[in-house]
């Protein structure tokens, strides 16, 4: 395990709470752009996973630069302050318990929870999420594989690649998928490829960019660059 000691130069005056609801979004999708990617975060790239405008996102990056929350210069990159990253930990620590919440006791399925904990996530209290957190036992995970930080503001993230970015022949195990696409988990799901799955991969037919997965005795499933670029892996043992 990468072991990324993201609170140990920060410190948070307050709660994410008394933040605003379109800071608190915009601090978590700085976090989660750079999260599995070492692209450059920029304001067209929040714009585009937001769904917002250009110009909208621009204004909102210099007040949250201005308010110490985000580092950014003019046409340059987007980053998060240390005070920033706190918070930001804050609200993926909330959204990705409750996630877990919904699918351990409420029985909701993986593919349901994403939109369902955007909502709930601006409404609970700290000691609400506290308390999720001990009935769930403190997961370190959530139901798609993505680390949940720790109260501290400690987050292991594990030992994954992109398949697209990996050469068949290969055996793997799933570590995490994107829950960006709800019709892609539910694929995914109808084809045994959940947390933890062993799968065989073979080269897909010539000139398809696909692969060939096989999992257990089930028959082969060929999958695009759109599934395999939202499955991490590692190498199996």
């Known amino acids: 395990m990468r072991r990324l000691r993201a609170g140990a130069t920060r410190i948070v ?3 994410v709470s008394e933040l605003s609801a379109s800071t608190q979004n915009y601090l978590k999708v700085v976090w989660g752009l750079g999260e599995w990617s070492q692209d450059p975060i920029t304001a067209r790239r929040i714009a585009a996973r937001m769904g917002l405008r250009l110009s909208t996102v621009s204004e909102a990056v210099s007040k949250l630069s201005a308010q110490g929350l985000l580092d950014h210069t003019p046409y340059g990159d987007v980053q998060l302050t240390d005070r ?4 930001a930990l804050q609200m993926v620590r909330r959204h990705r318990l409750i996630e877990s919440f919904l699918v351990e006791t409420l029985g909701y399925t993986w593919d349901q929870v994403h939109d369902e904990a955007e909502s709930l996530e601006h409404a609970v209290s700290d000691f609400m999420i506290e308390r999720v957190d001990d009935l769930l036992g403190h997961p370190r995970r ?3 594989g993505d680390p949940i930080p720790t109260a501290a503001g400690d987050i292991e993230m594990p030992r994954a690649q992109r398949l697209s970015d990996l050469t068949p022949p290969l055996r793997v195990v799933i570590e995490r998928i994107s829950d960006e696409d709800p019709a892609l988990l ?3 799901s109808d084809n045994g490829m959940v947390i933890g799955t062993l799968l065989r991969i ?3 037919a010539p000139f398809t960019d696909s692969v060939m997965v096989h999992v257990g005795d089930a028959e082969a499933v060929a999958l695009g660059a759109t599934a395999t670029d939202a499955l ?3 190498e199996a043992k």
């Open 13 to 15: 005056y307050m709660s």
């Open 84 to 87: 920033g990253r706190g918070f």
């Open 142 to 144: 959530d139901p798609h």
């Open 186 to 188: 539910q694929h995914f």
């Open 202 to 204: 073979e080269p897909g």
């Open 232 to 234: 991490y892996v590692s």
